[in-house]
T-cell receptor, first 114, second 112 residues
Framework: DGGITQSPKYLFRKEGQNVTLSCEQN?????MYWYRQDPGQGLRLIYY???????QKGDIAEGYSVSREKKESFPLTVTSAQKNPTAFYLCASSVLRQGAGGYTFGSGTRLTVV | KNEVEQSPQNLTAQEGEFITINCSYSVGISALHWLQQHPGGGIVSLFM???GKKKHGRLIATINIQEKHSSLHITASHPRDSAVYICAVNGNYGGSQGNLIFGKGTKLSVKP
């Protein structure tokens, strides 16, 4: 079955370390997105990509980096510059370039920085 | 003011009750989505609407474009419906047309 796979589900890191979250989809979707979720807040967009080798900053891109070398993969790196990295991270994809179609979400990665 | 507002924030119901969750938005949109997030965190897309009404099983979603308002109804609610329900819209503006703007979610708890 097609879908999005995020790994790992839980991740613990020491302060000051970079960490990379994986997101893979086998839906042949053009667009992929990374969102951050904090308690009591709506999901906020970190980065998105509508085509291979191209990506755009979202509302809260500072302290994060991404790459889109393959259509299927959109990894997110949380760098040491991110001041408050502990959060729940969700990856999503959509079929249309403008993303106005249906979305598929991953199961998320909960990152805890200690 | 948030561009997407949901009410109520929290909702507790008895099994069998009819439930309504509301969503109001202040931007032009191309589509509105209702999403379900279970305690484990993964999100499932329930509906995508641009007009009218959609039904899937015990779930019904409606949208009124003129009033910029949508509702999600659950008939004959069941404890397994307990989850956070999130309203999100595709803004119909600028370079980020494909991106979703999310409400903060409504936490539903259905008691047996």
């Amino acid at each position: 079955d097609g879908g999005i796979t995020q790994s790992p589900k839980y991740l613990f890191r020491k302060e000051g370390q970079n960490v990379t979250l994986s997101c893979e989809q086998n839906l042949n979707h053009d667009a992929m997105y990374w969102y951050r979720q904090d308690p009591g807040q709506g999901l906020r967009l970190i980065y998105y990509s509508q085509i291979v080798n191209d990506f755009q900053k979202g509302d809260i891109a500072e302290g994060y980096s991404v790459s889109r070398e393959k259509k299927e993969s959109f990894p997110l790196t949380v760098t040491s510059a991110q001041k408050n990295p502990t959060a729940f991270y969700l990856c999503a994809s959509s079929v249309l370039r403008q993303g106005a179609g249906g979305y598929t979400f991953g199961s998320g990665t909960r990152l805890t920085v200690v | 003011k948030n561009e997407v507002e949901q009410s109520p924030q929290n909702l507790t119901a008895q099994e069998g009750e009819f439930i309504t969750i509301n969503c109001s938005y202040s931007v032009g949109i191309s589509a509105l989505h209702w999403l379900q997030q279970h305690p484990g965190g993964g999100i499932v897309s329930l509906f995508m609407l641009s007009s009218g009404k959609k039904k899937h099983g015990r779930l019904i979603a409606t949208i009124n474009i003129q009033e910029k308002h949508s509702s999600l109804h659950i008939t004959a609610s069941h404890p397994r419906d307990s989850a956070v329900y999130i309203c999100a819209v595709n803004g119909n503006y600028g370079g980020s047309q494909g991106n979703l703007i999310f409400g903060k979610g409504t936490k539903l708890s259905v008691k047996p």
